[in-house]
């Protein structure tokens, strides 16, 4: 009883502060010219750039930990991730720490932009480019104006390798 | 609602556990001491108090086996009997059974019916084999019924309804169960809830309960009325006599006395965990089929396994592995029950809420500083910011504290096991506890239980000697087994000590020649030697016996040890007896460690892996093949490993003369690790990787530096290990 009606008092209020909840919200972020999103019940916080310790024999793209309040929380780094190159960081580099899987995970991005509310109606499915372009960790791609914003599957994303090796390694 | 009663029930097993444990204790002790009677009424209270919880949940088994206990244990107490060695045997194997019993309520594996018939028939040969000679013409009745007898034999079945108006008079209806029980023996109170309303309508001032108790008294049926002499007048109320023994000879009847009769549905409190039953019961019960078609019938039944087998849908090894698997998980879930919850001192949370308010108070004494802060006040924000540390140290301090619980819990077990050890090895032998009182980590208390019985056992077996030998050899004919307790430096040791004829040189030398651990040739000192009997596989005793010497165990003790990072030592003099020495942890949340650098990376060793560090020179550093290199630490050569090349780091020196050499021991094995610079020494707080990430090879586990970055704890053995396996890394 109690959950519905807040519920229903959160979707009138959200439509009266413009936002819809006919679709889901995303958290934006850059990483050079591109727009990512990550749906926004994933973020626990977004925190500037620290310096992180590197964790021996990982893969590159694992960037090391940090202490986040006493937790061990690792951090990823998407442009590695991506195979995209790197940059130097600058004051608008930022941690979106996420949840995945009940693991708490940061991930170092450009900037990060907007929440953006996309409707059902604008997302399509991701595109096919076979082999070349490795798009299966994307959920499906959204627009939002002229923005094309591509929706990442925080599972898919973070844990095929990254945390799957841990059975791996524990088996080994 | 059925998770409350769940939550009942957790609270239940563990009250049951500590009564198991002081009747165990008291059984021990009453052995030594059979007249002592506070001892009988305390192992009797807490037979009692389980029976009575276990009606209350409807854990009939386990209620009528203490029962039979309880009669035992009330004609001990009432003189009627006196305490014999047969009868503390038959009474310390029956708590055994009831430790069984529980756990099977608990979800367990249930134990052997014909066990428990067995004991319950030699409870009640125990406690009606010496009947008095007042009944000798019983004749043809079953000893449980001569039991009865003694009792009082009159057996009652009291139904009562209270009037809806028992509370408004306050009146208690616990106190007239306690009356009742004061009479004779509750045999069973069954509690029907069935005209309790929905709850938004009830009326919390009126009784909608009625209950049906079962009472064996020697009192007549007016006394017993005379318990209801309040409310008899209203409500309902029938008291009948039963004729001897009846519902208590047959098993079927028994179980019907704790369903109520008149209810149409069940009661919840009294069926919630009993599984509704089976269809070849009901099928008996209604008399379509007879007892032994069902039981034919039944015995054609097979298991999935067998029939999947049979129609080739899988092999006999997949099945034994997924059986095996489903044996693994069960364990599992039974030992992440084990450690859910913990008993704290409420000495120690007052302590703690107190620290908690002084903290706060300084908290707002700062935050008012801050408001208006002028750097005149600078002094006393220095004074306000040692207060928060002292607080923040102390909390910090009692949190730890109350993980901390006295080691005399896992003690607790030994007398038990030394008596039975030493009844089926005809030694004699006195155990000697002290100690009990240091407290280590509830972790580490619940990881030593079996290193230390491994430990106890040996010395019972292998370490005293027969009576006759000990004679002979003039000691006392009485072995002991001493188990101390004690704190050191930052440590906990424990020592197992025995006054047989310790370990024998020549025979281990002898041993470990023969298996091929070492060769003839070599020269050994005595605390080389010692340490060889934790190897694998080794056992000098003669004989393989039922309790050791097959040779598991020294070297799981020792693995067991080592993974709490803790070290055992032994100390021996041959015909005097054996010392050994378990040093651990005082924690497994805090370490003593090292902190290293290597290039800007830094990283903590564990203290206690450190033997000790040096400053090599160039010519102590050889190598083989081009590229193991070796160090001569003091006529020792050590292989040598660069941790920069292991960690793939940046290091700042690359020539060892300029590094440091950290000589670690792991396992009995010694390596030099060269690392940059030694930082410092301090107590670390330990952080898992695997909670937010995964298991790092070479990585113990995480923590936080003094300058809020993350730390790496150094995994010894782990560093060796991949050292090995990639040798020959591209540098």
Known sequence: MAAATLETATKELNQQIGLTTDGSQFLTFQLGEELYGVDILRVQEIKGYTAVTKIPNTPSHIKGVLNLRGTIVPIVELRTKFGMPTIEYTMFTVIVVVVVKEKIMGLVVDAVSDVLNIDKKDIQPPPQFGAKVDVSFLNGIGKSGEKLIALLDMDKLLSDEDLQEATTTVAA | ?731
Not at chain 2, 636 to 654: A, G, I
Request: proline share 5%; glycine share 8%; charged share 25%.
């Open chain 2, 1 to 731: 609602m059925s998770t409350d009663l769940s939550h009942f029930q957790d609270a239940f097993f563990e009250e049951s556990a500590d009564h198991l444990a002081t009747m165990e204790e008291g059984l021990l002790n009453l052995e030594q001491h059979p007249d002592d009677l506070d001892l009988l009424n305390r192992i009797f209270r807490a037979a009692h108090s389980i029976k009575g919880n276990s009606g209350m949940f409807g854990f009939t088994a386990v209620g009528q086996f203490t029962h039979k206990m309880e009669t035992l244990l009330d004609r001990l107490r009432n003189g009627q009997l006196s305490v014999t060695p047969a009868i503390a045997d038959v009474l310390l194997r029956s708590t055994d059974c009831l430790s069984s019993l529980l756990e099977a309520a608990r979800g367990g594996a249930a134990p052997d019916p014909e066990t428990i018939a067995k004991l319950e028939e030699e409870l009640a040969s125990a406690s009606g084999g010496q009947a008095s000679p007042a009944e000798p013409g019983q004749g043809p009745a079953s000893a449980q019924s001569a039991v009865n007898q003694a009792i009082g034999g009159r057996h009652f079945r009291i139904r009562w309804t209270p009037p809806s108006w028992l509370f408004q008079r306050g009146l208690d209806p616990i106190q007239m169960i306690k009356e009742l029980e004061d009479l004779g023996t509750l045999v069973s109170r069954t509690l029907d809830l069935s005209s309790l309303p929905a709850f938004d309508v009830l009326d919390s001032e009126c009784c909608y309960l009625s209950w049906i108790f079962d009472v064996e008294t020697a009192k007549d049926k007016s006394v017993v009325e005379s318990v209801f002499d309040f409310v008899k007048d209203e409500g309902m109320l029938t008291i009948e006599e039963q004729a001897k023994g009846e519902g208590r000879e047959a098993r079927g009847d028994a179980k019907e006395l704790t369903a109520p009769p008149q209810a149409p549905r069940p009661s919840p409190l009294a069926v919630s965990d009993s599984e509704p039953k089976p269809l070849g019961e009901i099928l008996v019960e209604t008399g379509v089929v007879s007892r032994e078609t069902l039981d034919h019938a039944l015995s054609q039944q097979k298991r999935v396994g067998e029939i999947l087998i049979e129609q080739h849908a899988a092999t006999p090894q997949q099945i034994s592995q997924a059986l095996q698997k489903q044996q693994e998980s069960a364990i599992h879930a039974k030992k992440g029950a084990d450690t859910a919850s913990i008993r704290v001192d409420t000495a120690k949370i007052d302590k703690l809420i107190n620290l908690v308010g002084e903290l706060v108070i300084t908290q707002s004494m700062l935050s008012d500083l801050s408001v208006r802060f002028e750097m005149s006040q600078l002094a006393v924000l220095l004074e306000r910011v040692a207060q928060l540390e002292r607080n923040t140290r102390e909390i910090q301090e009692r949190v730890m504290g109350i993980r901390m619980l006295p080691i005399g819990s896992a003690f607790s077990r030994f007398p038990r096991l030394v008596r039975d050890l030493s009844g089926k090895s005809g030694k004699k032998i006195q155990l000697v506890l002290s100690g009990e009182e240091t407290e280590l980590d509830k972790t580490v208390i619940e990881s030593i239980g079996d290193p230390l019985t491994h430990l106890v056992r040996n010395s019972a077996d292998h370490g005293l000697e027969p009576p006759d030998e000990r004679l002979a050899n003039d000691k006392p004919e009485l072995g002991t087994i001493r188990l101390n307790a004690f704190h050191e430096g930052g440590s906990i040791c424990i020592t197992v000590e025995d006054d047989g004829r310790g370990l024998n040189r020549d025979k281990i030398l002898a041993k470990a020649i023969k298996s091929g651990l070492v060769s003839e040739q070599e020269k050994l000192t005595d605390d080389q030697i010692w340490p060889l009997i934790f190897k694998p596989g080794f056992s000098t005793a003669e004989k393989v016996t039922d309790v050791s010497g097959r040779g598991v165990g020294m070297d799981v003790v020792k693995r067991n040890i080592e993974a709490l990072g803790g070290t055992v030592s032994i100390k021996t003099a041959l015909g005097k007896g054996t010392i050994f020495t378990l040093k651990l942890p005082l924690t497994l949340a805090i370490i003593e460690g090292m902190t290293v650098r290597v290039g800007s990376d830094t990283y903590i060793v564990p203290l206690l892996s450190i033997l000790e560090s040096i400053q090599p020179k160039a010519e102590a550093i050889k190598t083989l093949v081009g590229k193991g290199e070796l160090i001569n630490v003091r006529g020792t050569y050590l292989p040598m490993m660069r941790m920069y090349e292991v960690f793939s780091l940046q290091p700042e020196y690359t020539e060892p003369a300029k590094a440091i050499l950290l000589i670690l021991e792991t396992e009995g094995e010694r390596v030099a690790v060269m690392v940059d610079e030694i930082l410092g020494q301090q107590q670390v707080v330990i952080k898992s990787m695997e909670q937010n990430f995964r298991k790092v090879d070479g990585v113990a586990g995480a923590t936080i530096l003094g300058d809020g970055t993350v730390g790496f704890i150094l995994d010894v053995r782990g560093l060796l290990e991949i050292a090995r396996r990639e040798t020959p890394v591209a540098a």
